[in-house]
């Protein structure tokens, strides 16, 4: 049995997650400026922000739990897509992914007082064409405002996807099998 920790996630996806481990663990919120650096690479991006939001979280729980902090970025062409600003930026980014693959590359971090550790997972995703019409139904759905590079694999934008190489999970938000290794990591500490 893992050790009680914490999650530094506000994201539902995340939680589900989390709870195929069967872990127990609290919620932690911490408020962090995701803002990109200059010259940041996608990888640096995630690791610091996964990195960032479990430290935070530590601060705000003063130690008692152990947290795990994930960040999720969709990148094509080395630029990396955010959460969707409006219905404009939206399409640009589903113009970009339309036949085309992408990567997904999430970063888990698992922080203690004294310890950490990290992992990174990069998936490739493939979406086929879609029409203009579609990504204006799938924008009317409501599912891409909150997500990263504007679609949720788990959800409608699924039909989007032709094929992936890597890990379903991370790409929805937290890779199972690596996040399963750092809490044995955690287990073996303690």
Request: a neutral charge; hydrophobic letters at 40%.
């Amino acid at each position: 049995m893992y050790p009680k920790i914490a999650l530094a996630s506000a994201s539902p996806r995340r939680r589900q997650l989390l709870q195929q481990l069967d872990v127990s663990f609290d919620v932690v919120t911490p408020d962090i400026d995701e803002s990109i650096l200059d010259n940041e690479s996608a990888a640096a991006y995630v690791s610091r922000l996964a990195l960032t939001k479990a430290q935070k979280g530590m601060q705000l729980l003063a130690g008692q739990l152990p947290v795990l902090g994930a960040d999720t970025s969709v990148v094509i062409d080395k630029h990396i897509l955010g959460k969707p600003i409006d219905k404009a930026d939206f399409l640009q980014m589903m113009q970009q992914l339309s036949g085309r693959c992408h990567q997904v590359i999430t970063a888990v971090a698992l922080v203690t007082p004294s310890q950490h550790w990290q992992t990174l997972v990069s998936t490739d995703v493939w979406f086929r064409h879609i029409s203009t019409q579609e990504m204006s139904d799938y924008w009317q759905s409501g599912e891409p405002t909150d997500k990263a590079g504007g679609y949720g694999i788990q959800g409608r934008a699924g039909k989007f996807v032709e094929c992936i190489k890597g890990s379903y999970s991370a790409v929805v938000g937290l890779p199972l099998c690596e996040t399963d290794l750092l809490l044995k990591q955690l287990q073996r500490s303690t």
